[in-house]
């Protein structure tokens, strides 16, 4: 009754090129406004609707060390209350038009996702502008919000993600503000006054530094016309992006005790920039060792023969002022030693020896197979576009970003892996009370 | 227990009209193959990409007593491979195409899904059906990833406090209804599950008389009715399969409290819950209601609770008001409340207490209504764009006893709610007499304690 066994399948494999589906329907507008604004847009008119992706870069990096958290508590506000309109008004006004603001900071970027209804456009731009322009930071709605940060970052001390995460950071980055709580501490929180937000919001809200995407039912000319009255008053400039971070790893394992079942693991080492000439081997190569879940090599060896672990991941982390390679997973106190010894013997076997023809085979038709698939919404693709111009990309990524992975040869891989991976540098953070490691490096 | 089984007739396409397919015009169409297996097609031509999912109405809440976990288990071994698939195999094959699998359990369903290039689809029906009934399991693969799900639930409960009181404040909710089981099961059921346990679940409920198929994307139904005549309708129906008739809550006579204590809560609250009625096929009035009564209790800044207890009084932090309304059997009317600091939960509790009596008195700010109903019309716009998301809208409510007119009527049902519709499913649901109060909190005597 079954026709196929394990011949066949893999035949599916070997035809996957010719069954790639193109980019036909991904047609990328570079629109330039007269206002100066440039923006990526991708039409799609069978739904009424529009997504908006707008990035200004900077995000809670921006914070001065004793004003920890401003911006990302700025961020929280931007939308309780602006112009006229009280926080609960303004809520009214915007669900009024069934639009959405989702308005985010992180060490990176603040970040406004916007979807409106093609017929009230015009209506949810105003808000939007409003918001984006005009926002009142009323004392109670400050007050409000203030207490549900504090209350995050308690809860925070207590969360064992969040202090891997914190301790990570801090060993990592030295003084630069990455290395700071980009939500800031309760004592900096607690301090920050209106005036600090006020001076958060101008000093990251601004043109300089903007980055626009659009998917969804709208032509050119109407974004363009759009975002001009939507950015154009906005600050050009806002406040000076930190520079580069210098980054350090000693390969220690440092352990903070803490009252869990399960130790929560963080990992790193070094990354590598976006532009280097090696990126594409390295991705193909994160892919094979961590990034690929089932088949790549740490959930081989953790999860699926040893039970370790319920998840482990690794990941290229390509920050704007930072490139590093990181990692993570759970597991129980009782076996986190050997977890940890099985993720740095897999670093180092990778490095030495490479990955096998078939698992760089397996990796790339992945990679390529599923790109195409990522563009399935105006959601997915107005953030793929933004990424895209974040990361200095052009429209023909799309047409070339395949072709790259395809170039990518053993030797490459092998080489790269030599090069990248060390397993003298890769540096544990271990929170919770694994056994056989003793707190402290 | 066989006999039992042939008297209970198998009715897996209760939840389809049997015959022709009929597209409705949002491209949904649907029909029954010859083994009872119900299909339903969504196309969406904007990307080359499709969704296939099968659905098999059965969940944790079928579980044999003393076995919690076995859905969930089962999950995960239906990648350990077939005769035909070795372990791991299958998710493999998707991979090495470009796609990405996974898999999901609830107390009403099991669900597989992949997402590829719109031209492997007979390839994913090859090796989906290929699993229904051919899953070969041996301890040296499943005893691993018994491991696997018992670190699965360390991380998602057991280090928690959050968690671990929900779970608590659920299983003091259902008396007798084994919704009150968590779905990753008990740990110490989970350490003694066995292979053959997993084995014995299999055969009773993977059949093509209990699942649904859905294929969502760049398909048609004149395709998917081809695949799936050749890759599904061979596999014979199980003609042993039980109605899923499960035991019922009796009538709740005295309110519930439960109180958790953790060293590493650093935000208390208190937690509420009402047992309420589901959505029900061809009668989804009640529950409409009850989804429009909780967005005006707890939606937004103008939400009731909000507007009481954050913004006027103060007493609040957060107020989260959830009913999900997707079950097979009696669901939960669900509230939060995060107490302000300074507020103690007892003032906390006391305070929405008398909100919620106000709110009953009150009647119901009928701007706001009217706003929630843009809202829900405007939703039905905004999903289209998430193909994944509608497969899985159907997937969940077809496995939920409803009916894909029961799906299609929906937007309908709540436009067509009154304020007092509202009220009476409030007074019906909203009462002390028949509520679970639950409190997070720190031990009250190291509260004041930082612990690190």
Redesign the interface.
């Known amino acids: 009754m079954i026709r196929f066994a394990k011949p066949a399948a893999l035949s599916l494999v070997l035809t996957v090129t010719a069954a790639l589906p193109s980019f036909a329907s991904v047609d990328i507008a570079e629109v330039e406004t007269p206002g100066g604004l440039t923006a990526w847009l991708v039409e799609e008119p069978t739904i009424p609707f529009v997504a908006l992706e707008i990035v200004f870069k900077g995000g809670t990096s921006l914070d001065a060390p004793e004003k920890l958290g401003a911006v990302n508590l700025m961020t929280a506000l931007i939308e309780e209350g602006a112009g006229d309109l009280d926080a609960r008004a303004f809520a009214a006004a915007r669900d009024d038009l069934a639009a959405s603001f989702r308005f985010s900071a992180s060490d990176d970027s603040v970040s406004v996702s916007a979807r409106f209804l093609v017929d009230t456009t015009d209506e949810a731009m105003d808000l939007l502008h409003s918001a984006l322009t005009e926002p009142r930071f009323d004392a109670d709605a400050v007050e409000r919000v203030r207490a549900q940060v504090l209350s995050g970052l308690r809860s925070d001390a207590e969360d064992p993600n969040a202090i891997a995460g914190r301790t990570f950071a801090e060993a990592v980055f030295g003084d630069h503000p990455y290395a700071r709580a980009g939500d800031g501490t309760p004592d900096t929180v607690a301090a920050l006054t209106r005036d600090d937000l006020m001076a958060a919001f101008k000093g990251a809200i601004a043109r300089d530094r903007v980055t626009i995407a659009a998917a969804g039912d709208i032509s050119p000319e109407a974004l363009s016309s759009l975002l001009d009255s939507l950015l154009a008053d906005l600050p050009e400039t806002g406040t000076a992006l930190p520079g580069p971070a210098t980054i350090s790893f000693d390969g220690s394992t440092t352990v903070i005790d803490f009252p869990t079942p399960q130790s929560v693991i963080s990992f790193g080492q070094p990354g590598i920039a976006r532009d280097d000439d090696d990126f594409f081997a390295a991705y193909v190569l994160n892919q094979i060792l961590g990034g690929g879940g089932f088949g790549s090599r740490l959930t081989e060896e953790v999860r699926v023969k040893r039970g370790l672990t319920y998840g482990i991941y690794s990941y290229l982390a390509n920050k704007d002022l930072a490139d590093l390679y990181v990692g993570g997973a759970s597991t129980a106190n009782a076996r986190a030693a050997e977890t940890i010894e099985v993720v740095r013997a897999e670093w180092a076997r990778m490095a030495e020896e490479g990955p096998t023809q078939a698992e760089l085979d397996a990796a790339k038709t992945y990679l390529i197979g599923g790109y195409p698939l990522r563009f399935d919404s105006n959601a997915s693709i107005a953030n793929i576009l933004v990424g895209m111009q974040l990361d200095d990309l052009t429209p023909e990524y799309l047409e070339t970003r395949n072709d790259r992975v395809a170039a990518v040869t053993l030797d490459d891989v092998k080489r790269v892996a030599a090069e990248l991976l060390d397993p003298d540098e890769l540096t544990f953070i271990v929170v919770g009370q694994p056994e056989g490691l003793a707190p402290g490096n | 227990m066989g006999l039992l089984n042939r008297l209970c007739a198998p009715v897996a396409a209760f939840a389809f009209i049997a015959g022709g397919a009929h597209a409705s015009e949002d491209g949904i169409s649907q029909f029954t193959l010859e083994n009872g297996m119900d299909v339903l097609v969504i196309e969406d031509h904007?990307?080359?990409?499709v969704v296939h999912m099968v659905w098999y109405r059965v969940g944790a809440a079928d579980e044999p007593l003393g076995t919690s976990g076995i859905a969930h288990y089962l999950e995960h071994l239906m990648?350990k491979g077939?005769?035909?698939?070795?372990a791991?195999?299958f998710?493999?094959?998707v991979?090495?195409?470009?796609?990405?699998d996974n898999a999901f359990t609830s107390w009403d369903y099991t669900g597989y899904f992949q997402?590829?290039?719109?031209?492997?689809l007979p390839?994913m029906m090859?090796?989906e059906?290929?699993r229904m009934t051919?899953l070969i399991l041996t301890d040296d693969v499943a005893?691993?990833?018994?491991?696997?799900?018992l670190?699965?639930r360390?991380?998602?409960v057991?280090?928690d406090p959050g968690a671990q009181f929900r779970e608590q404040a659920l299983a003091i909710q259902y008396l007798n209804h084994p919704y009150g089981r968590p779905i990753i099961g008990w740990r110490h059921e989970m350490e003694e599950l066995s292979t053959d346990d997993a084995l014995e679940f299999y055969r009773e409920y993977y059949a093509p008389n209990n699942a649904i198929l859905i294929v969502a994307g760049d398909v048609t139904e004149a395709e998917v009715r081809s695949l799936a005549e050749e890759y599904y309708a061979?596999?014979p129906a199980n003609p042993e399969l039980k109605r899923r008739e499960r035991v019922a809550e009796p009538p709740q006579t005295a309110a519930r409290r439960v109180v958790f204590e953790d060293?590493?809560?650093?935000?208390p609250y208190v937690a509420r819950s009402y047992l309420a009625p589901e959505r029900n096929p061809g009668d989804q009035d009640r529950a409409a209601a009850l989804t429009l009564l909780s967005a005006l209790l707890g939606d937004?800044?103008?939400g009731f609770l909000s507007?009481r207890l954050?913004?006027d009084a103060?007493t609040a932090?957060?107020t989260g008001v959830w009913y999900g309304g997707t079950s097979l059997d009696p669901t939960t009317f669900n509230i939060t409340v995060?107490p302000?600091?300074g507020v103690s939960l007892e003032d906390g509790e006391a305070a929405l207490d008398a909100a919620l009596a106000e709110f009953m008195e009150g009647g119901i700010d009928m701007?706001?209504l009217d706003?929630?109903k843009?809202?829900y019309?405007?939703?039905s716009?905004?999903e289209?764009?998430?193909?994944?998301g509608r497969a899985r809208k159907y997937g969940v409510a077809l496995t939920s006893g409803l009916t894909v007119e029961d799906v299609q009527a929906w937007p309908e049902v709540l436009q067509s709610v009154t304020e007092d519709d509202i009220l009476a499913a409030a007074r019906e649901v909203l009462v002390p007499q028949t509520s679970v109060t639950g409190w997070l909190r720190a031990p009250q005597a190291v509260a004041s304690e930082v612990?690190?």
């Open positions: 904007r990307s080359p990409a990648f077939t005769e035909n698939m070795a791991g195999e998710s493999e094959v991979r090495a195409n470009g796609g990405s997402r590829v290039a719109a031209d492997l390839q090859e090796m059906a290929d051919g005893l691993p990833e018994r491991s696997v799900i670190e699965e360390s991380q998602r057991d280090s061979p596999i060293q590493r809560v650093a935000q937004g800044p103008d507007r954050e913004f103060k932090l957060y995060v302000a600091e701007e706001k706003r929630l843009r809202q019309a405007a939703q716009i905004y289209m764009d998430s193909t994944q612990i690190q």
